[in-house]
């Protein structure tokens, strides 16, 4: 599990083309830190597995499903990234609950910057709009966010100058892919509600 809260603005260091999945090497001195074979951290908001590491870059291997969900297929080596751990069982839980799965990808829709802040539209996926509600919690690109105003085909938030210089929020355009994952409280209920509906007209014994 994760916050979203971004620890650190790595790289992609290294891309390797395989049939269907691709191994990418991404410089994070900060998360490599304390990581070992098989730990998580998120890239961009999605979960992905150590599977080798030195000094300042590990390695992840990102199957299909995850480049067909996501936005991690259309990396270049140099591109910036956001980078989380795994949150410790004693952290501070900063963000909201995230768990590093993307539900779609995004686009950036437009930037209206201000005086001490941004305001960043974002297009989404139709079917994650009725997770989408005016002061609820958003991930994108693993970043924890807070919605600002929804309609039929963008939301938008507000950008403080730390998410701005801390995250790749700060440097993405308009026509720029973006991963998006809802909040999972909202899915849940969504799924026990409509369970609930199925159980009404059944027999009780």
Known sequence: MFTGIVEELGSVAGIEEQDDAIRLTLRGPLVVSDAGHGDSI???GCCLTVTDQDADTFTVDVMK???D???????AVGDPV?????????GRFGGHVVQGHVDGTGTI???????????????????????LVPKGSV????????VVDVDDE????SLIPTTLAATTLGTKQPGDP?????????????????????????PRS
């Open 109 to 131: 829709a437009s930037r209206t910057a201000s005086e001490h802040w941004e305001v960043v539209a974002v297009a989404y996926p139709r079917e994650l709009g009725r997770y």
């Open 82 to 90: 956001n980078l989380e751990r795994a949150m410790r069982a004693d």
């Open 42 to 44: 998120a890239v961009n």
């Open 139 to 146: 991930t994108i690109d693993g970043t924890s966010l807070t």
């Open 65 to 67: 499903e995850s480049l």
């Open 154 to 157: 963008t939301f938008t938030i």
């Open 178 to 202: 973006v991963n998006l994952e809802v909040d999972v409280l909202a899915k849940y209920v969504e799924r026990l509600l409509a369970s609930g509906r199925a159980t009404e007209g059944e």
């Open 69 to 75: 969900k996501t936005s991690l297929g259309a990396l």
